[in-house]
């Protein structure tokens, strides 16, 4: 599917819904107080759903004798135990499925629990923001080291006492990984030679085929039009892009290793 | 019936005949409007029902129309109009520019005199001249609105899909509602963004939805009464053919996704339906669904009347990187190592392009048309096949392209004069991280991009080879590309100008700086002997002409 640049994280249909029916119950209380509930509704419906549910629908709902429930259209078209409640309380006798007697706090939050699964099931479609780092640190640190000091020619532009000293602590694990192959926002010099000879230096803040505009050295804008200066760009994120090209898994994995103990 | 006369006599360069007509008694007026009506009868079925599409002018659309979201059948957005041409290219002037106020990215349909587009809940007609408007729909709707784009059409009916998995007819005359049909279960995580194809007595209808592991479907629909006519599922049944690439006693078949969200192609000759399916589910994670997954990720070919499968080929098989291979299948007939061919070819999300003999299905090129690092070779099938450390891992997998693609939805194009394919193609570097645990559900994790740039590539079709590349900038450019007989290439690039290169060569010969990003694909028309080139940049429509000449001061 085509998505949307990732920067926005995208409200989909479902969670939408999941929010409006869990909150359509709790409109009169201050919003603290509604997600905290939430959140013990979801505990305590994965409590009871390990308890009464998992051994046929697995712990986390996906399905072992009995379906996965993550991707049940039932789940999905039910609001606050409406339907939920039905199947459990009748069962489903041809399919094997016994009916429980649970109250109708306990069915609530099996729903809660339930409709949780389904919402994490979209979100899956995001990096968490809180990614465990461990999950990253299958390279070798010292072979990362190797590599920043010879074949990656990052020292080149880098020290971990100077700019990048204590670097893992300023990111996320998983900003931390994407940063270090490439950082935002580059910063592109250029050099325009006029007609006359005359050069001007500076940072560019615009360019394409047709016109550049860039900051000179005295803070002013100029712009100029490519087809009568010569343009000359100093991008200093060039070695980054050569090394989306290089890199391998391997050495990807012990370099993060290595920047992940700059802390 | 008499302004129809007139529209069709005016429509001669020649003489300003709405003026002699006009001076004239009524009973001549009329006998001889009557007599050019039968006239441009004869010469153009377009004029056959007042101002609706006759199906079968699909099948031959007269060249100042654009009557479905390709401009033809063949998919080549290759427009035989030339008074736009290389030589007065420099001269182009705006037209008119027509506002709304949300992005646009459906290509308009231009039938007798009148634009339909469209975005996610409306629908407008405006006359394709003056850039008025005529009627607006609006339906609002819960769903993803990432995007409409655009209409199809039969005699006096339009049809568009929406973001809640509806698809709406409506009367093209006045935008009053006919009915509206349900293509999927919103509630699933279904929605529809695809502009409809109509073949004959046949609207073919696609779906989208890869957030929920849901089953990927196309269907044929009656355009008179909504009526399901068939439905071609993308996995198939448990047994039946293509079910063997899947695990067998598992779910993971009928929640195997492959939508089918991009408008197909059609050859009449054949009676085919050619159709892109879009990525298995879960999207990175495929642990649970070993084999090649069919029939997502593939170019199938089906019967129309039917639905039947007369043949696929699989660009990404077992994709674990959201690689549609819904990109348009192209169809053009050429020479293929000396021989002629009717042929399909696929810009594919995944990098590669790929040629196939479109009667049979026999593959015939395979080759990557932009940089790509996931690849190690191609199989003698003719799919390109994956690297281990390509796949979506706990500590990231870097991967170019990432799920964006190397190309996405916007259109290519093939032009029969320079026999160019031309794709607008990005570099694309992402981290493709899986964070699910167990089963999973869902996207099960995600990618995360790091860099971006566009160009837009010309592709020998016999080989694959890049014959010319015209850099277009930092970022994802999602604009189409549109070739004219005047031997012209229009698109944009990813700073907001509009651009004619040459299609032999890629050299820029027009540019504009809009102002705005072309979120869409240029088409054009022509009407009163002047061609109309638009583009729809954000939330307007810009329509560009050579200048009219001044009309004589009464």
């Known amino acids: ?263 | 019936m008499l302004s129809d006369a007139r529209r069709a006599v005016s429509g001669d360069a020649n003489y300003k005949g709405s003026d002699v007509v006009a001076a004239l008694p009524a009973v001549a007026r009329a006998v001889i409007l009557l007599g050019a009506l039968l006239l441009a009868h004869g010469l153009s079925v377009r004029i056959t029902c007042a101002q609706g599409l006759e199906p079968a002018a699909m099948l031959k659309p007269a060249a100042d129309t654009w009557p479905t979201y390709n401009g033809d059948y063949s998919g080549r957005r290759f427009s035989t109009l030339d008074q736009i041409n290389a030589g007065n290219i420099s001269s182009l002037a705006l037209a008119w520019v027509f506002r709304t106020n949300t992005n646009i990215k459906s290509t308009p349909l231009e039938v007798n005199g009148v634009l339909y587009f469209s975005a996610p809940d409306h629908v407008w007609a405006i006359d394709a001249r003056y850039g008025r408007e005529l009627w607006r729909y609006t339906r609002k709707s819960e769903g993803d609105h990432i995007g409409n784009r655009g209409l199809g059409m039969y005699k006096d009916w339009l049809y568009f899909t929406t973001p809640d998995a509806q698809l709406v007819s409506l009367n093209a005359k006045d935008g009053t509602l006919r009915w509206i049909v349900e293509l999927a279960d919103p509630k699933l995580g279904y929605f529809s963004t695809m502009a409809p194809l109509l073949i004959h007595d046949h609207v073919i209808a696609g779906i989208s939805g890869d957030v929920t592991d849901l089953r990927g479907y196309l269907e044929s629909i009656d355009p008179e009464t909504g009526s399901i006519q068939w439905r071609w599922y993308t996995t198939p049944d448990p047994g039946e053919p293509g079910s063997e690439t899947w695990p067998k006693d598992s779910d993971a078949i009928l929640h195997g996704g492959g939508m089918t969200w991009m408008s197909g192609t059609y050859d009449p000759a054949l009676n085919l339906l050619y159709w892109g399916t879009g990525n298995p589910n879960p999207v990175l994670v495929g642990e649970g669904r070993p084999g090649d997954n069919l029939y997502t990720c593939s170019i199938v070919a089906l019967n129309p009347d039917t639905g039947a499968l007369m043949w696929y080929f699989q660009p990404s098989p077992h994709d674990l990187h959201d690689w549609d291979a819904v990109e348009t299948p192209v169809l053009f007939d050429a020479a293929f190592k000396g021989q002629p061919r009717k042929l399909l070819a696929q810009a594919s999300r995944n990098g590669f392009f790929f040629v196939l003999d479109r009667a049979t299905g026999e593959h015939l090129v395979t080759a990557p048309f932009i940089d790509q690092n996931w690849a190690s070779g191609i199989d003698a099938k003719g799919r390109p096949i994956a690297k281990p450390e390509a796949t979506p891992s706990p500590d990231g997998a870097l991967v170019e392209p990432g799920s964006d693609g190397a190309t996405n939805w916007m259109a290519p194009s093939f032009d029969p004069q320079t026999g160019l394919f031309y794709v607008n193609a990005r570099r694309l570097f992402s981290i493709f991280f899986k964070t699910a645990q167990g089963k999973a559900e869902g996207w099960g994790g995600r990618d995360r991009n790091l860099w971006a740039n566009s160009t837009l590539r010309a592709l020998d079709y016999q080989t694959g080879k890049v014959v010319w590349n015209h850099e277009i900038g930092d970022g994802e450019s999602i604009a189409g590309i549109l070739t004219t007989a005047g031997h012209l290439l229009f698109s944009a690039d990813n700073a907001g100008n509009l651009l004619a290169l040459d299609p032999a060569t890629g050299k820029t010969l027009w540019h504009l700086n809009i102002g705005g990003e072309l979120l869409a694909s240029p088409m054009t028309y022509q009407l009163d002997g002047r061609q109309y080139l638009l583009f729809a940049v954000q939330d307007s429509l810009y329509a560009f002409a050579l200048p009219e000449k001044p009309r004589a001061s009464r």
């Open chain 1, 1 to 263: 599917m085509f998505r949307r640049p990732q920067r926005a994280l995208k409200i989909s249909f479902a969670a939408v819904i999941t929010f409006a029916a869990a909150t359509a119950t709790t409109e009169s209380r201050p919003r603290q107080q509604t997600a905290s509930a939430e959140s013990a509704a979801v505990e305590r419906g994965r409590k009871q759903f390990v308890e009464s549910c998992g051994f046929c629908h697995g712990a986390d709902a996906t399905g072992g004798r009995g379906p996965d429930l993550v991707r049940s259209p039932l789940v999905a078209h039910d609001v606050k135990g409406d339907k939920i409640g039905e199947v459990i309380r009748n069962g489903r006798a041809d399919k094997g499925m016994p009916p429980q007697s649970l109250t109708n706090q306990q069915i609530s939050d099996l729903a809660a629990y339930l409709h949780f699964r389904l919402t994490e099931s979209i979100e899956s479609a995001g990096v968490p923001p809180a990614y465990p780092v461990q999950r990253l640190l299958t390279g070798k640190a010292e072979a990362g080291k190797d590599y920043f000091n010879g074949a990656g020619h990052c020292k080149d532009c880098h020290s971990p006492s100077d700019d990048l000293a204590h670097v893992a602590q300023k990111y996320s694990s998983t900003e931390l990984e994407s940063r270090m192959l490439y950082p935002d926002a580059p910063r592109v010099n250029c050099t325009v030679t006029l007609a006359s000879g005359q050069q001007v230096k500076g940072t560019v803040k615009h360019i394409d085929d047709f016109v550049l505009v860039m900051k000179d050295g005295s803070g002013w804008y100029r712009t100029f039009s490519r087809d009568q200066v010569k343009v000359e760009l100093h991008d200093t994120l060039a070695a980054h892009r050569a090394l989306l090209n290089q890199i391998t898994s391997t050495e990807f994995h012990d370099l993060f290793a290595y920047i992940a103990s700059l802390k």
